[in-house]
């Protein structure tokens, strides 16, 4: 148990809809990180919060959004879904920017 | 941006033997290199890593070597057990961009018994 926790654990929606993914750090840590993976793209960096502000974006889709709450959670919002966005969504915690990141249980999302 | 290759993409090898997995590196201002073990199913778990000041570093049975120069690090797993069985991959970061794990694709290690 690497202490970062996510919810749901699994998801299953319909194409179109808006979906909510949430994360609970570790305890102390201030980075969240969200990761995609999927069976054709591997593991992809989505984007990084630290401390509430974000710090650092990759290949994140302009129907996803994230924020991170006061009390360090995070949240990835995932709109107007489409099929190829099926895939395992995980979040890592790290203490700063330039740490260890361990990974949540992740979150898989099933678009049908 | 940063590109990381990982070969190869499957292994299959013989308990008890020696498994090396290989990636390479594209930005030499890279600087974090960690190698996570995935189980079907469930998390990245981080296994070793390496920061570009260390040239090797070892865990029991694992270890890891770094070539900056040639911008390329490897695992080495000793001794192979069945329960080695996963998907590894190796990642590289900098700081500069928020310490984002760039991933490599993956190998699939395979311990026959």
């Known amino acids: 148990d690497s202490g970062v926790t996510q919810t749901p654990k699994h998801l299953i929606t319909a194409t179109g809809q808006r979906v909510t993914l949430r994360c609970s750090p570790r305890?102390?840590?201030?980075?969240v990180y969200w990761y995609q993976q999927s069976l054709d793209q591997g593991l992809q960096f989505l984007i990084q919060?630290?401390?509430?502000?974000?710090?650092a974006k990759g290949n994140i889709l302009e129907r996803f959004s994230a924020q991170q709450f006061p009390d360090l959670h995070s949240e990835l919002n995932l709109s107007s879904l489409e099929l190829g966005d099926s895939a395992l969504y995980f979040c890592?915690?790290?203490?700063?920017?330039?740490?260890?990141?361990?990974f949540g249980p992740g979150t898989r999302l099933t678009v049908l | 941006g940063e590109n990381v290759e990982q070969h190869p993409s499957t292994l299959s090898v013989q308990e008890g033997d020696s498994a090396v997995i290989k990636c390479t590196y594209s930005?030499?201002?890279?600087?974090?290199f960690p190698w996570y073990k995935q189980e079907l199913g469930k998390r990245p778990q981080l296994i070793i890593d390496?920061?570009?000041?260390?040239g090797e570093k070892k865990d029991q049975r694992i270890a890891v070597t770094l070539n900056k120069t040639a911008k390329h690090f490897s695992l080495h797993i000793t001794e192979t057990q069945p329960e080695d069985s996963a998907v590894y991959f190796c990642?590289?970061?900098?700081?500069?961009?928020?310490?984002?794990?760039?991933f490599g694709a993956g190998t699939i290690l395979r311990v026959k018994s």
């Open positions: 930005d030499s201002a890279s600087n974090y």
């Open positions: 890592a915690s790290s203490v700063g920017g330039g740490t260890t990141q361990y």
């Open positions: 990642a590289a970061s900098k700081i500069s961009d928020g310490n984002k794990l760039v």
């Open positions: 919060y630290y401390n509430g502000e974000e710090r």
């Open positions: 305890s102390g840590d201030l980075s």
């Open positions: 390496i920061r570009s000041n260390v």
